[in-house]
């Protein structure tokens, strides 16, 4: 089973994804992790999905399946931006999947329509998954990849109106 990308990503939607992959990036200069786009397809194994987040973090040696190649099947941290077509599905059905992975440590949920970040964290012993949010003026922790990100910092939009 494939979930694919579609119509139901507009302007605002790519707006939002790419600047979060540049804040996500400058954070994790110097860290042994990638960030990918949602071009990158990742794979689990358990429930046969392959989807495509709209951010993910590798870190270390990319994993991959005997078939494809292309499909990756340990992120660290996941990135999902919630539209109002997607939420549903990002916050129940695909974080199920997702959960699956033995290699996810954190899965990161931002508001397309509130400067809101969601962190699910798996706890020490992997049975549990925390949730830590944070809003404007503040900054959140991940630490499955040893960084923080300011909330204002992955909102920030040099062509937004200034006052």
């Not at 994790?28 to 973090?57: H, M, N």
Request: with cysteine; net charge positive.
């Amino acid at each position: 089973m494939v979930a694919r990308r579609g119509a139901r990503h507009g302007r605002r939607h790519a707006r939002a994804q790419r600047a979060r992959h540049g804040a996500l990036g400058n954070a994790l200069q110097g860290r042994p992790c990638r960030v990918f786009s949602s071009d990158l397809k990742i794979f689990i194994a358990e429930t046969q999905l392959a989807t495509y987040p709209d951010l993910s973090v590798v870190c270390g040696k990319l994993e991959t399946t005997p078939e494809d190649a292309n499909s990756v099947t340990n992120p660290t941290l996941i990135v999902e931006v919630l539209s109002d077509s997607t939420e549903a599905y990002d916050r129940g059905a695909k974080f199920a999947h997702y959960r699956r992975l033995p290699s996810l440590r954190e899965y990161v949920l931002v508001s397309q329509t509130d400067r809101r970040i969601e962190v699910f964290r798996r706890t020490e012993d992997g049975r549990r998954w925390e949730l830590e949010e944070a809003g404007p003026s503040q900054s959140i922790t991940l630490s499955s990849v040893g960084c923080a990100l300011s909330v204002d910092a992955v909102y920030f939009d040099p062509l937004a109106p200034t006052l």
